[in-house]
């Protein structure tokens, strides 16, 4: 809970003499109407660690008795605790299921999750969200991910700890990736379930990269069309429409002229090496794909084979990046906008989800107050955030030297620092030590 005590330095006196100033002991912290706030969520977190410790004590006090009695019993006991619990919380027995299973779960096989649940250092969504990934996740990777999960979970909004998480787990399993997605694609499949009114729901399981192409290619020609005089559908009606027309006509005729050149794009990011040497590739990161997260070595080889609908990144000096155009235009050309959002992956507002691909980029300092257009001006927001940027009373800026870091000061003095995912490459040319003099004699 916060504390009501923080001790702070006394103003210095306007007249200079120090008269009138009350000891430094005499001040205390007056919390606002957001401190007010944020204590009431950590005592909620604190209470609920104590709910799940209850709720673990309850279920072995019951299943203490069914010791010997054979399986059938012990299940028959633990439905009868999921059946009171639910009676007596006044709530599903599905939820009072999952209740059961985040309490057993982080009292018995996560204690570091729980302590900082019982802390207040997390919300009771990130020990959720911890769970239902680690469960996952083979018991020999356990070491190398729960540690440095506890601490993202202490630091980030629930939303960026989801994909953090997510992004931990599959690097640390980057080395089985390979052959567990081999097996995954051999489950590929397409299928109809029916709704109402005529309605139903075409679902594709298939590999991750192909879908998230496909939506994108969906998303941009339906924007296209969206936009045109006359358009009365919505975004979400046109792209339904879209995917019917392409799927069941097989051409783009149905599509009006101006979007039928457009294709998909993805971003694959892989360390140039692994491109080039088995043997490297094992020591670098593993590939990402923008939106996604880790993929195959294999299926980023093939990406990256020459098809123009990829944006390949690679991490390796490069010649021709466009880091800056000074004060000569406005708008970042295409190689700058890509970089920013690349550097990003997601909306620079703290905890948004939205991918950078999706934003529009903004200049720290403003075109009309002598910004420039160039990497350490430029960083990508939502159309959302980028109002709230412009129109209120938080004070946005991007942190000089620190690699695209955009620091959110809010209306109530609060301070918040968004991080980009990736970092650009920096390349120096060392300057050659001087000889060493040669003795004479």
Known sequence: MADDTREFEPPPDPRGSGEGIPDA????????????????????????????????????????????????VRDLVERSIRLELAAAMRITEYAAGRLIL?????????????????AGRITEKHAEVFVEAIDQVPAEFHDQIIDRAVVLAGSEPVGSF???????????????????????????????????????????????????????RATAIAQTIAGREGETRTLDQVRADVVCDLLIDGTTDAIPPEARGIRATVVVTVPALALLDEGAAKGCDPPVVEGIGPIPLSRARALCGGDAKWMRVLTHPETGMVLSV?????????????????????CMAPGCGIPASRCEIDHQIRWADGGHTCLDNNAPFCKGHHLVKDNSDWIVTQIAGSGGAIQWASPTG???????????????IETPAAPEPVPTF
């Not at 985040?102 to 019982?118: F, G, K, N, V």
């Not at 609060?414 to 120096?428: D, M, Q």
């Open 162 to 216: 989801r994909r953090a998480l997510r992004t931990l787990i599959d690097t640390v399993q980057a080395a089985t990736l390979e052959a567990r997605h081999q097996d995954a694609v051999k489950t590929r499949r397409i299928w109809v379930e029916p709704g109402v009114d005529g309605m139903g729901t075409l679902s594709v399981y298939a590999p991750l990269v192909e879908l998230h192409a496909i939506h994108g």
């Open 414 to 428: 609060r301070v918040y620092i968004v991080k980009p995912e990736r970092k650009v490459p920096v390349f120096r």
């Open 326 to 346: 000074g004060r000569d235009r406005y708008n970042a050309p295409s190689g700058l906008r890509k970089l920013v959002k690349w550097r990003a992956d997601r």
């Open 102 to 118: 985040l309490a057993d779960a982080l009292t018995c096989r996560y204690p570091a999750m729980w302590d900082a649940l019982s």
């Open 25 to 72: 002991a005499e001040w205390v912290f007056v919390p606002d109407a957001l401190d007010l706030v944020t204590e009431t969520a950590t005592m909620m977190s604190v209470l609920a660690a104590q709910r799940l410790l209850r709720i673990q004590g309850m279920r072995q006090e019951q299943l203490a008795e069914t010791v010997g009695r054979g399986v059938g």
